[in-house]
Structures are given as structure tokens and as C-alpha cells.
């Protein structure tokens, strides 16, 4: 494994999300999947992947721009700050995971962002 790859994997380690897959919000998600799937999750949970979705969009326009120019000092200061951001995703996080429709629904989303990592 390279080393990009080994680091890829242990920052997403880190936010708490697991390489497994997939769907989540349309419009907050990018077209991932229909209004259909976001419509199975409860209130609560679709308010979390609206604003997880709002969060992914932000991490990898910040990932495009570490790959292009790595040593970009206010990029990696936003990066740190979208990790912290990430870990006060996990309470709630942990608690919807216990749904399988959720889960499956945010393994979706990190499908999408390790593509673009």
C-alpha cells in the first residue's frame, strides 16, 4: 500500500468513517441517490446527512485543492478544522448507525468521498 493511500485511509479512520458503502441526499449529496432513499430516513436523520452532505462537499473541495498544492497553509488550516467538525458528527453518528437504512444510506456517502480523496 502506498503511503497516500495508507494516509488516506487512516484520516478517514480518524473521522470515524469505515471504506464500506452506499447512498445519502440528493441535493445535499450531489445526486448520489434519488429523493426516494433520502425520504426512508426519520427527520433527525435526514437533517444530520443534509448537514453531513453540506461537510462532505466542503472536505473534498479542500482534498482537490491538498492534491493539487499540498503545502497550502489556509487549505490545511481548513482541513483541520473540517476534521474537527467531523468529530462532533460521531455522538450523533453512532447513534444512527444502529438503523440499517441509515447505515446503509451514509456507507453510500463514503463511497463518494474516498473516490474523490
Do not use: C, H
Request: hydrophobic share 40%.
Amino acid at each position: 500500500m502506498s503511503k497516500k493511500q495508507s494516509t488516506r485511509r487512516n484520516f478517514l479512520q480518524f473521522l470515524g468513517l469505515s471504506v464500506g458503502t452506499s447512498v445519502v441526499s440528493a441535493t445535499a449529496l450531489g445526486g448520489i441517490i434519488n429523493a426516494a432513499e433520502i425520504k426512508k430516513l426519520n427527520p433527525k436523520q435526514r437533517a444530520f446527512m443534509i448537514r453531513y452532505g453540506k461537510w462532505m462537499n466542503e472536505f473534498m473541495e479542500v482534498g482537490r485543492i491538498k492534491k493539487a498544492d499540498p503545502g497550502n497553509t489556509e487549505n490545511n488550516k481548513k482541513m483541520a478544522t473540517l476534521a474537527e467538525v467531523a468529530e462532533k458528527f460521531k455522538p450523533e453518528l453512532a447513534e444512527f448507525m444502529q438503523d440499517e437504512t441509515f447505515r446503509l444510506i451514509y456507507k453510500a456517502s463514503i463511497e463518494r468521498i474516498t473516490k474523490e480523496i
